[in-house]
């Protein structure tokens, strides 16, 4: 039976630990986020013999534009070393306010960091999926691409 993973950004390690603390079930998995000397992101997946063939959870956190690459890198390479499925959960859509233009000129980055993350790739046994909280627009669902699964969630019940 395949064991569910779950990887995580650093802005994400708090809850990451609250999960694990909780579920007993699920399995950490480490990533080095480093950097080399001129900025770019040298990342690695520590024992990623663990990705192959099991359930991968990645708690992502897109607050900069510098974390989307890093953090869509890692996203894109799950799949590749033979996740059995691939949940990425994303408490907001950081571009979600630039949804639509309103004249000419204007672009909608909502639509472009949906692109990006459509470009995950599948997994083994099904597409990769999304899981996006309190997106700011349902229009925006329709941004990404056939080949993620995007699901929109409300965190209201969370908060009652």
């Known amino acids: 039976m395949p064991a569910t993973v779950v990887f995580h950004c650093p802005q994400m390690a708090p809850l ?12 950490l ?6 950097e080399f000397k001129d ?14 063939g099991n359930d991968i959870v990645f708690l992502a956190s897109l607050d900069t534009p510098g974390d989307i690459f890093r953090q869509l890198a890692v996203m894109s390479a799950l799949p590749w070393y033979g996740a059995r499925s691939l949940k990425i959960f994303l408490p907001y859509f950081p571009t979600g306010t630039m949804d639509r233009a ?4 204007q672009i909608v980055t909502a639509k472009t960091l949906a692109r990006q993350l ?18 700011h627009a349902l229009q925006e669902w329709h941004y990404f691409g056939d080949q993620v699964g995007v699901r929109l969630l409300s965190a209201m019940p969370l908060l009652q």
């Open 16 to 27: 990451a630990q609250r999960i694990l603390e909780e579920e007993s079930s699920l399995t």
């Open 29 to 34: 998995g480490v990533i080095d986020w480093a």
């Open 39 to 52: 900025g770019f992101p040298n990342l690695f997946i520590r024992d990623v013999d663990i990705v192959d």
């Open 102 to 105: 309103s004249e000419p000129g």
């Open 118 to 135: 459509s470009s995950v790739p599948p997994c083994l046994e099904c597409k990769s999926e999304i899981y996006i909280f309190d997106i």
